[in-house]
């Protein structure tokens, strides 16, 4: 009898925990997902704009409650460190970052920011969305966990120099700084300038001391270091434009219900498209700004498809190098 009731009142404890954890279960269920986003920048920066577009459009999509929690201003540190996070699943769940930090993981991402792969800005908007970076995005979701969901950017470079530089005759031999990835080496001195690798802040005294000529940037980067004031010429080569992506943690994302993931993918897309046609518009103004109050002047540049032409056979080789010939071949073909 004694045995008996023990061995109920044991079933009854039991009972009790298997109702209150499904309940605790419920509640968790229910309990609205949160979000996390990194920024490097404040507010007026088009990539806080473009990730604070991304929250509003999945609270949009999804049409239940959810928090997002965007950290700015380099809180959690910096674009290689949000890549880092998103690739462990912990501290960020989506963020804007540079095609460089994913290089650990992909050969080929950074080609996607190499110089003279668009021909303008139209062909760059074309090239994005037709998709053609999906093998990329497929590579370094396989091997991050990390989700290419949009794609921002489009700050165009043109290089800033000492003296106008209208087609390839006046550019030959121009001393010019570029970035450390042998790429920029290689397709400058295709066209026949004479590249030189400086370090970004010392490249004002280098222009200003006779050591290079020019340099290349976007307008955001002329404007901040205030390259016009020993370089005011900018020539209007438009050798690069800058794609960045929008990234989701997979490790996240395979933990939400299906309908929040169609939200954030369909959501990314149009947050891509939006930074790029604020960065793009920003990029202009901020030129006509510089240019009205008489810091710079932009040069037209005569030899673009030339100087492309140039630098063709380089890409191809630099493509086949880090197995990325078909996706030159797509961007090309359009």
């Known amino acids: 009898m004694q045995h ?6 044991r079933n009854l404890v039991v009972l009790g925990a298997v109702l209150a954890s499904a309940m605790s279960f419920g509640a968790a269920a229910q309990a609205p997902v949160t979000l996390h986003g990194a920024s490097q920048f404040n507010d007026d920066h088009a990539f806080t704009k473009a990730l604070v577009k991304f929250e509003q459009l999945v609270k949009q999509y999804y049409g239940k409650p959810i928090n997002f929690v965007l950290h700015k201003n380099s809180a959690l540190g910096l674009e290689k460190d949000y890549f880092a996070y998103m690739n462990q699943g912990v501290s960020v769940d989506f963020a804007i970052v540079s095609p460089a930090h994913m290089s650990t993981f992909s050969k080929a991402a950074p080609f996607i920011d190499a ?38 950017g489009g700050g165009t470079r ?18 010019v700084r570029v970035q450390g990835a042998p790429i920029w080496s290689k397709t400058f001195a295709a ?23 020019a340099g290349e940037n976007e307008a955001a980067g002329v404007e901040q270091m205030k390259f016009f004031e020993v370089a005011p ?9 800058t794609i960045r992506p929008l990234a989701f943690s997979g ?51 005569a030899d673009r498809a030339a100087m492309k032409k140039l630098v063709d056979p380089v890409m191809i080789e630099y493509a086949k190098e880090i197995g990325a010939d078909a996706i030159l071949a797509k961007i090309n073909a359009l």
């Open 233 to 241: 010429n900018l020539n209007m080569t438009q050798h690069a434009i």
């Open 251 to 301: 490790k996240t994302f395979k933990k939400l219900p299906a309908d929040l993931q169609a939200a954030i993918v369909k959501a990314g897309k149009e947050a891509g498209a939006y930074g790029r046609q604020i960065e793009s518009s920003e990029d202009s103004a901020k030129l006509d700004a510089l240019e009205k109050a008489g810091k710079l002047k932009r040069i037209p540049f």
């Open 158 to 175: 043109n290089i800033f120099a000492n003296k106008p530089v209208r087609n390839l005759a006046e550019m030959k031999g121009l001393k």
């Open 191 to 213: 066209t026949g300038m004479s590249p030189t690798v400086i370090a970004y802040n010392e490249v004002y005294n280098a222009i200003q001391n006779g050591v290079i000529a």
């Open 115 to 152: 110089p003279f792969l668009f021909r303008d800005l139209d062909h760059w908007n074309k090239v994005l969305d037709a998709d053609t970076l999906k093998p990329v995005a497929d590579e370094v979701a396989a091997k991050a966990d990390v989700m290419l969901i949009g794609y921002a």
């Open 4 to 9: 008996s009731f023990r061995a109920a009142r």
